[in-house]
């Protein structure tokens, strides 16, 4: 990585990894993840003649940590780019985005396009008004009846009707259990979470509707031999993600899915076409946001490539990092360096 500094936007001190020159693509890491998760693609897109900002996102690492839920809304989230950017004296950047990260690129698209030379995302295809649980390949044989998701009416509310309250989502909005459970062992949180190999996305939509309940915090005392998949970061790795957690704990970043109401109401009027150049990557073996997902993503993003990650699950860029690194770059040149 790096080595860090820091940039004074939008009320919070923001903690930024920068490297090379060139046009600006700037890293935008998920959930529960880090600056650090990009370490592999910092260097090879710096290498490639791109200008690399990696920031710790808000509530996240060594960035500032407000207390309020609000404090984490989309207008917040936006607005502190935007000032990372007026800080570092660069009027337009790609926004290049994995899980959360990748919804905020879409996002940043839709309320900043005069900031905004193109978006990259990475498993998180552009889903209008906050319907990311509520696509129909997620709600096959889950949904009442007659269901068909509604742009007007508050996403969280509409997932109740389908989802139990275990569904990692909805547990979130209903206490402090979530946090609980993550910030009591952050080592085993991440062991548990990050993984490869758990289930390919047909096997996992073949399973009784039970057993699709997205209910992905696992609860404390369960033997982790039972848990599917193989484990994914190395000993050090490992390391610096729990340690980072370990200080800020997990409700900060929590607090990012206790916005999805009120993010759906900010977009309401909002016109739902990204009207900038984008590359989405899917990942073939992604179950939380399937390659399936992304079809059909060129009715809101016209100007729209694709590339698909073979053999990689939603942790692409452990898993893959020199694919990732590959594809981004080969757009960047043709559509962002020329």
Known sequence: MPPVHYVETNGIRMAVYEAGTGPTIVLLHGF????????????????????????????????????????????????????????????????MGHDWGGILAWQMALFHEERTLGVISITTPFIPHWHYWLHPEQLNGLAPAGFSPDPTIDPVAQMRQIYSPDMYVLMIQDGEEADRLLSHDPARSFRTMVRKDVIAPADYFGLPAEYRQMAFFTPLGQPEAQMLGEEILNADDLSYFASSF?????????????????NWKAGLNVDQIVRVPSLMITAENDVAFTPGMAEGMDEHVPDLETVLIEGAGHWTLYEKPDEVSAAAISWLDRRIAQ
């Open 246 to 262: 370990e200080e800020t704990g997990f409700t900060p970043a929590l607090n990012w899915y206790r916005n999805l109401s009120r």
């Open 32 to 95: 529960p993840e880090l600056a650090y998760s990009w370490r592999n693609q910092i260097s090879a897109l710096a290498d490639a003649g791109y200008h690399v900002i990696a920031p710790d996102l808000r509530g996240y690492g060594r960035t500032d940590r407000p207390a309020a839920v609000e404090d984490y809304d989309l207008a917040n989230l936006t607005r502190d780019l935007v000032g990372l950017l007026d800080e570092l004296d660069i009027e337009r950047a790609v926004w």
